[in-house]
């Protein structure tokens, strides 16, 4: 395949990703579909530091874009520009290795939940492990179904930015040899 082609076919695939990363963050703030818990202060930790929306959404749709511009004929498919999308992709490796560890502590440390009268993580630092032994769920009593929606989307993040960072180290090695090979596109120099 051509490096060019390949350039485009990653950019393609990485822009629905991005979104569902962002889309999965931006849920996340509202458990249950309630703005009153990100009001009161009631979300993770791990939502609040974004993976998916400024590492596995913003930090990828960036190179996204310009390793779609590199996969055409003009300015951008030459020898420099696969240069630039080399450094490119590897920001969108940083921004899907961002996403991916906060997506890791997510699962690993639980939701935050009411349990009797007090917020709090309960399956942090637990001594049973909440993902494999689905009794210990009912703990939280709100907000509802809160465990199943943060196994949900956390689960999802991890499997987003597992695949963003594939694509993008993959894009990094097009780019090489794009860079050294040229972009074989049609007048392109």
């Given at each position: 395949?051509?490096?060019?082609?390949c350039s485009r076919f990653?950019?393609?695939?990485l822009y629905?990703?991005?979104?569902?990363?962002?889309?999965?963050n931006i849920?996340l703030f509202?458990?249950?579909?309630?703005v009153?818990y990100a009001?009161?202060g009631h979300?993770t930790e791990?939502?609040?530091?974004?993976?998916g929306?400024i590492?596995?959404?913003?930090?990828?749709?960036l190179p996204?874009?310009?390793?779609?511009?590199?996969?055409?004929?003009g300015c951008?498919?030459?020898r420099?520009?696969?240069?630039l999308?080399i450094v490119?992709a590897a920001?969108?490796v940083?921004g899907?290795l961002?996403?991916?560890?906060?997506a890791?502590?997510?699962l690993?440390?639980?939701?935050?939940?009411?349990?009797f009268l007090l917020?709090?993580?309960?399956?942090?630092n637990?001594e049973?492990n909440y993902?494999s032994?689905?009794?210990w769920w009912g703990?939280?009593t709100e907000?509802k179904?809160?465990?199943?929606f943060?196994?949900?989307?956390?689960a999802?993040?991890?499997?987003?930015?597992?695949?963003e960072?594939?694509?993008?180290?993959?894009?990094?090695?097009n780019?090489?040899?794009?860079?050294l090979?040229?972009?074989c596109?049609k007048?392109?120099?």
């Amino acid at each position: 395949m051509c490096t060019g082609k390949c350039s485009r076919f990653i950019a393609v695939t990485l822009y629905p990703l991005a979104l569902v990363s962002i889309i999965c963050n931006i849920v996340l703030f509202f458990p249950g579909g309630d703005v009153k818990y990100a009001k009161d202060g009631h979300i993770t930790e791990e939502v609040k530091y974004m993976g998916g929306l400024i590492g596995g959404g913003l930090m990828v749709l960036l190179p996204a874009l310009y390793i779609h511009l590199t996969g055409k004929q003009g300015c951008c498919g030459n020898r420099c520009g696969m240069f630039l999308s080399i450094v490119l992709a590897a920001v969108g490796v940083a921004g899907a290795l961002y996403s991916f560890l906060v997506a890791v502590l997510g699962l690993q440390n639980g939701p935050l939940c009411k349990v009797f009268l007090l917020w709090n993580t309960p399956f942090k630092n637990g001594e049973r492990n909440y993902l494999s032994d689905k009794t210990w769920w009912g703990v939280c009593t709100e907000p509802k179904n809160i465990v199943d929606f943060h196994i949900g989307l956390f689960a999802t993040l991890l499997a987003v930015s597992c695949l963003e960072l594939i694509l993008c180290a993959i894009q990094m090695i097009n780019g090489l040899i794009g860079c050294l090979c040229g972009t074989c596109n049609k007048g392109v120099v």
